[in-house]
């Protein structure tokens, strides 16, 4: 592929960002990063020497169903070509985040001029709590990468109606569900997007975006049926949900400190020791699968007696408290950058980068109509997470299209003060 110049640019920086990230500050050899940094590290092994001993100690072949497996898979991959190295994980993950930059231009240009187009690409490229976010085994720049990328090839279905992006569109949609199920509905805008512009024509290709999205699920959806009986993408929604619970009723903040994830952790262990001694006499043995369903029961009664206690009213004020923790700075870099400059400059950062992108939605105010797919992965991320627990993280896939407004904002400061009167003009000093 021969790269455009722009395309070389945003390039440019995100290596210089890596190599400051990674060799100045030191990041290229440290250990796994991340609050689930330890479940896709031992899975993606267990990916690679077919021992699954992951969370229970025991039925060390058998592959647990707490996640599902495209994160894991593609860490394994990477492990595979490179002795397992922690580093070309994070410099493959940077080269996914120069991606996401480059496909944040490709898709701003069906919405807006090519200079504006080129400072979304360049606002993706320096978006400070995504430039720290490929140091980390978490999944947020692989989602980042496929939720971008299946926006465009839809978007570029909905312009070009060709067949390529739609299996494009349908190949990265599929792929983002095995990273992060949670993404999963938003198929209804996608195909509300391509449907509103071909209604009964655009059928043939939607069929066929189905097709392929089944095709790739369809494996792990029936692998999952065929142990538990149900049809099921991942084994956690119980335990979701009762900490969404928690958060609601106050027992738990939205910014969901390290003390507070050790609280939780603490909480899980012990649950899963009693759930070991509750099976210990099982003949034949318990499997991995049968004791996460026990789990999610676990966690199923007691959320429903946090329910009972949890009034709408609890409910309707935490909202504004939870949509803003959700969409606040994301503070996620290593600890002795993040409790020295870097959290004051996340939040400097933050409130600049959230006025233009209100500058820009005010400016595209009569435009909305046509820009509401860029708007979609935001309301569907806020939407999904006032059911289940939050964590800043969880909106970083869906903030790169909120810098096409911001672009528009300052590519109106910049017109503007390219068009001020020079005070040299005769006509100006009479």
Same mark, same amino acid.
């Given at each position: 592929m021969i790269l455009s110049k722009y395309t070389s640019v945003l390039l440019l920086i995100v290596c210089v960002e890596a190599f400051i990230i990674l060799f100045v500050m030191n990041q290229a050899s440290q250990g796994t990063l991340g609050g689930d940094a330890p479940f896709y590290h031992d899975t993606a092994i267990g990916l690679l020497d077919y021992s699954f001993d992951v969370k229970y100690g025991d039925n060390p072949r058998e592959l647990t169903m707490e996640k599902t497996p495209g994160y894991s898979l593609f860490v394994a991959a990477i492990y595979a070509a490179t002795n397992e190295s922690f580093t070309a994980l994070r410099i493959v993950q940077y080269i996914l985040f120069w991606l996401v930059a480059v496909g944040? $231009?490709?898709l701003a240009r069906f919405f807006v001029d090519?200079?504006?187009?080129?400072?979304?690409?360049?606002?993706?490229?320096?978006?400070?709590?995504?430039?720290?976010?490929?140091i980390y085994h978490l999944s947020e720049i692989l989602a980042t990468f496929l939720v971008v990328w299946t926006v465009y090839h839809t978007k570029k279905w909905r312009e070009n109606d060709n067949w390529a992006d739609t299996v494009a569109a349908g190949l990265y949609? =599929?792929?983002?569900?095995?990273?992060? @199920?949670?993404? =999963?509905?938003l198929v209804v805008p996608l195909l509300a997007l391509v449907y509103l512009g071909f209604k009964?024509?655009?059928? @043939?290709?939607? &069929?066929v975006f189905g097709l392929i999205g089944f095709a790739i699920v369809a494996p792990w959806l029936i692998r999952n049926y065929r142990l538990t009986g149900r049809w099921m993408l991942n084994s956690v929604s119980n335990q979701t949900l009762h900490a969404s619970v928690y958060q609601y009723a106050g027992k738990t903040s939205y910014?969901?400190?390290?003390?507070?994830?050790?609280?939780?952790? =603490?909480?899980l262990r012990r649950r899963k020791q009693e759930i070991n001694r509750q099976t210990a006499s099982r003949v034949p043995p318990a499997t991995v699968i049968e004791k996460e369903l026990l789990l999610e029961e676990? $966690?199923?009664?007691?959320l429903r007696a946090e329910l009972q206690n949890l009034s709408a009213r609890q409910v309707l004020t935490s909202l504004p408290k939870r949509i803003a923790y959700l969409w606040s700075p994301s503070d996620l870099a290593p600890p002795d950058i993040y409790n020295h400059y870097y959290h004051r400059l996340s939040q400097i950062y933050y409130l600049l980068v959230a006025v233009l992108i209100t500058g820009g939605l005010y400016l595209r105010k009569d435009r909305l109509k046509d820009d509401w797919i860029l708007? &979609?992965?935001a309301v569907y991320i806020t939407l999904i997470h006032l059911v289940f627990h939050i964590e800043s993280r969880y909106s970083i896939p869906a903030r790169p299209f909120l810098m096409i407004f911001a672009a528009v904002a300052i590519n109106r400061l910049m017109s503007r003060?390219?068009?001020? @009167?020079?005070?040299?003009?005769?006509?100006?000093?009479?």
């Open positions: 944040i $231009y490709r090519e200079r504006t187009s080129k400072i979304s690409g360049l606002l993706c490229a320096t978006c400070l709590p995504l430039v720290f976010y490929p949609f =599929a792929m983002l569900v095995l990273v992060r @199920p949670n993404w =999963a509905l009964t024509k655009a059928l @043939p290709k939607v &069929a910014a969901f400190t390290t003390q507070e994830w050790q609280a939780f952790l =603490a909480d676990s $966690y199923k009664t007691d708007l &979609a992965p003060k390219s068009q001020v @009167p020079s005070p040299k003009s005769g006509s100006d000093l009479t």
